[in-house]
């Protein structure tokens, strides 16, 4: 199983910093890379595939860059909705697997 | 607009058995690879498995494999999920969750989920 690890677990931020979390996948995946943003009581929200395509309707702030086993995903100019808890999936192969999670909060 | 709404989650005792289904609307669901996310109390979601547009294949993860079987009708636009001989650790909300329109294995629309408590 291709095992993704995310770092931070969590981080505290403020509003207009540029924040950066980073997604390792235990082998290869190429590009085959998702994020997902999730608030709490709330299912999650797709926001980047193929590691760096947005998807229609999410803010040009947000941006995915990597491929291979790294990968980010960059917050550029925190918005006060962007208090969320976000998610890397890998899809190279099955078992589909899903980083820990990185919770980013208001400082 | 793509809706997914789930139903069927409850409480249920260890060893008990539970079929959940998935109602899709705004897209033509007979094109689409369906899947079942789950995610425990405070912890991140977890893919269950998926299964094609035909129903004919079928991938799980190994923890409930031979539990739980994942079936879909598109004449019906629904998506199930039965599972059987259910253990405290798959107390989880159950998301079913669109596969993107390439059918490469992200997910691009989720439902609002449905809980599943296992409990005596």
């Known amino acids: 199983d291709i095992q993704m690890t995310q770092s931070p677990s969590s981080l505290s931020a403020s509003v207009g910093d540029r924040v950066t979390i980073t997604c390792r996948a235990s082998q290869d995946i190429s590009s085959s890379l998702a994020w997902y943003q999730q608030k709490p009581g709330k299912a999650p929200k797709s926001l980047i595939y193929t590691a760096s395509n947005l998807l229609s309707g999410v803010p040009s702030r947000f941006s995915g860059s990597g491929s291979g086993t790294d990968f980010t995903l960059t917050i550029s100019g925190l918005q006060p909705e962007d208090f969320a808890t976000y998610y890397c999936q890998q899809y190279k192969s099955y078992p589909l697997t899903l980083g820990g999670g990185t919770q980013v909060e208001t400082k | 607009e793509v809706q997914l709404v789930e139903s069927g989650g409850g409480l249920v005792q260890p060893g008990g058995s539970l079929r959940l289904s998935c109602a899709a609307s705004?897209?033509?669901?007979?094109?689409?690879?369906m899947t079942w996310v789950r995610q425990g109390p405070g912890k991140g979601p977890e893919w269950v498995a998926n299964?094609?547009?035909?129903?004919?294949?079928?991938y799980y993860v190994d923890s409930v494999t031979g539990r739980f079987t994942i079936s879909r009708d598109n004449a019906k636009n629904s998506l199930y999920l039965q599972m059987n001989s259910l253990r405290a650790d798959d107390t989880a909300v159950y998301y079913c969750a669109r596969t993107d329109p390439y059918n490469s294995g992200w997910f691009d629309q989720w439902g609002q989920g449905t809980l599943v408590t296992v409990s005596s």
């Open positions: 299964i094609n547009q035909g129903g004919s294949d079928k």
């Open positions: 705004g897209f033509t669901f007979s094109s689409h690879w």
